[in-house]
């Protein structure tokens, strides 16, 4: 804890506890150093602070201290230079906030559209008006990009010393990081365009740069002091965390290896909830499973130490609670009373699940079922098991995943990828993991050849390359940050025009990205509207193939919108688990879904253990059933339970057998399952 570093990310998959150890390691360097202000921040637009800590927490920075009846304060932002003199009066302990990125949107917007539309030029074909107008298009998703930049001046400005920041879910994350990136391209478009520009006005190139074109290079340094910060080891750390688990496991070796890519320093990689060596076979059993995947964890790299974490039975909620979980950790002794012996394994038989006291009502009748939820509650074998039965009873199903990070070959037990691949062992059963960066470079490919074909006879290189061939050549650099998820709704789009199948079972992303996706069709659309608009104006001058895939686009679009309106072709699974914390984001997912008047089927709480004699595991189902009762009375839909099995559930027996072993939470009406 003596390391300079100022910036410490938590990382990793959804549901492996990345809030929870967030929280315990801001609080062991509160403690570590008594003078010094921390802050911890959640990046993750699901409001779980709040929820791990019992405290409405804010934009602003509110301290946390212990539990006395009075409410919590507010910081007030010292003046630069003041921040260190202040800390030798008793100012240090830890402040806690949760971005609202949207409030940091508004003033932002105010200078940056404008400045964008002064910063156009007229090119071959287009005005400046229309130029300006595509420039402004390139504007959502950048809430999140300026939420990190505040963060991160925050902790440069001396008001706190160090920064811990409970991140998105993987693929969300990796988003953000490469969003600076992407604005560098876009704003050095911007200002390519405009030089060429300004190259043949002779002595007014010369002239001083605008108000207007100072705050898109004070912008743009910015963003490339952030990519600096985000790979010097001596000023950030990477905590990856990760569960001893199948699918938890592929995403962290993923993940690790894309940090790894774009330099940012990974630290520890941290293994939650690992069983301890007490308890019945079953208890016992459940910790041998974990071994071969800690293992594997401790192969990545051996300059990246891996630590583990108990698992506890209660988990700790509210700051009192983690307080005592942080100084445990911080004691060290966890990990080293958890170390995996040379011979424990996976066990060699495998409990099957119990019967369901009440059948599971029949999946819905709609040709779009979406499984939807956190991360890591277990969205990829629930999607893969009601598609194996789908197939079973009806007929041909597609099988497809929309998370970047995939899990359904490994479910599956199939080698897949982005083509419609039929399972082995079924007659109807085709599924695809989408490879949205591959669909994204082949869309980027396909519209440069046609920007290049629509100005043949203008020079292709120096500075006499027309502004407007500049922005064509690169669109997709100035298309809406998050634009890659496109390739979903394309994808899910044109499987249902085809009509080819009769159900089309969506493995979703984490909560975060799912309801990117939903909001995707309405951002998309302005964008291709806009596009549209201006390229219909130049279809004589060359530029109507490109018109026309705009057009094809915002067809797509609203084919989409309209699915997802109507309860007879797009109907939402949300899955969870059996947690207070799990249950909280689901509530908020399912208001999410209603209020967009999107038809939620029903709540599925998964993995529940089944009944026994051990005390420790029967206590672990009580909890659990009690969680998901609380569940069904709030949100006020009819919940399907799912049983934990002796391990997760993989290929086609497996999973045939898991779905046929969920059941109603609660009598209903006599029903069939499906």
Not at 400 to 406: L, R
Not at 545 to 561: V, W
């Amino acid at each position: 804890m003596s390391d300079a570093r100022v910036l410490h990310f938590f990382g990793g998959k959804g549901g492996v506890g990345k809030t929870t150890l967030a929280a315990a390691y801001a609080l062991r360097l509160a403690d570590d150093a008594p003078k010094e202000k921390v802050l911890l921040v959640s990046l993750d637009p699901v409001g779980s602070l709040t929820d791990l800590l019992n405290k409405k927490l804010s934009a602003k920075p509110t301290k946390l201290e212990a539990e006395t009846g009075e409410a919590p304060k507010e910081s007030k932002p010292e003046p630069k230079g003041k921040a260190k003199a202040a800390k030798g009066k008793g100012e240090g302990g830890l402040w806690a906030m949760e971005l609202e990125p949207a409030a940091l949107l508004k003033p932002f917007l105010a200078k940056y559209q404008p400045a964008l539309q002064k910063a156009a030029v007229k090119g071959t074909h287009l005005s400046e008006e229309d130029l300006g107008k595509l420039y402004s298009q390139a504007t959502p998703g950048l809430e999140e990009l300026l939420g990190l930049l505040h963060v991160v001046e925050l902790a440069e400005s001396g008001e706190f010393d160090r920064v811990v920041l409970d991140t998105a879910p993987t693929s969300h994350t990796l988003r953000l990081f490469d969003m600076a990136v992407g604005l560098r391209k876009f704003l050095g478009l911007v200002k390519a365009g405009a030089e060429r520009a300004a190259s043949g006005k002779g002595k007014k190139a010369a002239a001083a740069p605008s108000e207007e074109q100072l705050f898109l290079e004070e912008f743009s340094g910015r963003a490339e002091k952030l990519l600096a910060q985000l790979k010097d080891p001596a000023r950030t750390a990477f905590h990856l965390v990760a569960l001893a688990e199948p699918v938890p496991e592929a995403q962290t070796r993923m993940y690790f290896a894309q940090l790894r890519e774009r330099g940012i320093p990974v630290v520890e990689v941290v293994v939650n909830q690992v069983e301890d060596k007490e308890g019945c076979p079953a208890c016992l059993g459940r910790r041998g499973l974990q071994a071969p995947h800690v293992r594997k964890y401790q192969a990545l790299d051996k300059n990246v130490p891996v630590h583990l974490v108990g698992k506890r039975e209660v988990a700790p909620r509210g700051l009192e609670a983690m307080k005592v979980f942080a100084q445990e950790w911080a004691s060290g002794k966890e990990t080293k009373a958890l170390e995996f012996a040379a011979a424990e394994g996976p066990p060699a038989l495998v409990r099957a699940p119990s019967m369901p006291p009440i059948a599971a009502p029949p999946l819905p009748p709609t040709r779009l079922i979406f499984f939807v939820g956190q991360g890591g509650v277990g969205k990829s074998s629930c999607a893969a098991a009601a598609a194996v039965t789908l197939t079973e009873k009806e007929g041909p199903v597609l099988l497809i995943s929309t998370d970047p990070a995939h899990s359904l070959s490994d479910v599956l037990q199939s080698r897949l990828t982005d083509v419609e691949t039929q399972v082995k062992g079924t007659k109807g059963l085709y599924a695809r993991e989408l490879d949205m960066a591959g669909w994204f470079s082949n869309l980027r490919k396909r519209w440069k050849e046609k920007a290049e074909k629509a100005f043949e006879g203008a020079p292709k290189t120096g500075n006499e390359v027309p502004t407007d061939l500049l922005l064509f050549r690169n669109l997709l650099d100035a298309a809406p940050p998050g634009i890659d998820e496109l390739a979903a709704m394309s994808c899910l789009t044109d499987a249902l025009v085809q009509e080819r199948f009769k159900r089309i079972v969506v493995d979703g992303a984490p909560m975060v990205s799912s309801m990117r996706v939903v909001e995707l069709a309405e951002t998309a659309k302005g964008w291709f509207t806009a596009l549209h608009g201006v390229l219909s104006k130049y279809k004589s001058k060359g530029l109507g193939e490109l018109a026309d895939d705009m057009a094809a686009f915002l067809k797509h679009i609203a084919r989409f919108e309209a699915a997802l309106a109507s309860p007879n072709e797009s109907r939402f699974v949300v899955v969870t688990r059996g947690e207070e914390l799990a249950g909280a984001r689901s509530e908020r997912l399912v208001e999410y879904l209603k209020e967009r008047k999107l038809q939620v089927e029903r709540v599925l709480v998964n993995r529940v253990g089944p009944k026994a004699d051990c005390a420790r595991c029967e206590n672990r189902r009580k909890n659990e059933l009690n969680a998901a009762k609380v569940i069904e009375k709030k949100i006020g839909l009819p919940v399907t339970v799912a049983p934990a099995l002796g391990r997760h559930p993989a290929g086609l027996r497996e999973l045939k057998a898991f779905r046929t072993a969920w059941y109603a939470l609660s009598a209903t009406a006599k029903t069939k399952a499906a």
